[in-house]
Nanobody, 121 residues
Framework: QVQLVESGGGLVQAGGSLRLSCATS????????MGWFRQASGKEREFVAH????????LYTDSVKGRFTISRDKGKNTVYLQMSNLKSEDTGVYYC??????????????WGQGTQVTVSS
């Protein structure tokens, strides 16, 4: 099992910055893709960014490209989401996700409890 604990959310003015952290524990993460999703009130959860635990470039949804950066620190077993130039539409609960496929190709997801980000305009 993989345990994920998010932190770093809060209230920030538009144009400001926040860094979210996702502390991980449990089994090895090398097979996993680590991601961030968000859910605004009354809307479905949506993809924000992800990165392979093994490294490489992050992948982002169009609305955050150039403003958000996903990274991971293997030594600290932590995934980060650096958010800059925040906009009111970035408001929502941000969830950390660890995803892999099992031997049968089925997607296995692990989720954190979420951290609230509120951007005031």
């Amino acid at each position: 099992q993989v345990q994920l604990v998010e932190s770093g959310g809060g209230l920030v003015q538009a144009g400001g910055s926040l860094r979210l952290s996702c502390a991980t524990s449990g089994r090895t993460l090398s097979p996993y893709t680590m991601g961030w999703f968000r859910q605004a009130s009354g809307k479905e959860r949506e993809f924000v960014a992800h990165i392979s635990w093994r490294g490489g470039r992050g992948l982002y949804t169009d609305s955050v490209k150039g403003r958000f950066t996903i990274s991971r620190d293997k030594g600290k077993n932590t995934v980060y989401l650096q958010m800059s130039n925040l906009k009111s539409e970035d408001t929502g609960v941000y969830y950390c996700n660890a995803r892999r496929r099992d031997y049968a190709g089925r997607v296995l997801d692990h989720w954190g409890q979420g951290t609230q980000v509120t951007v005031s305009s």
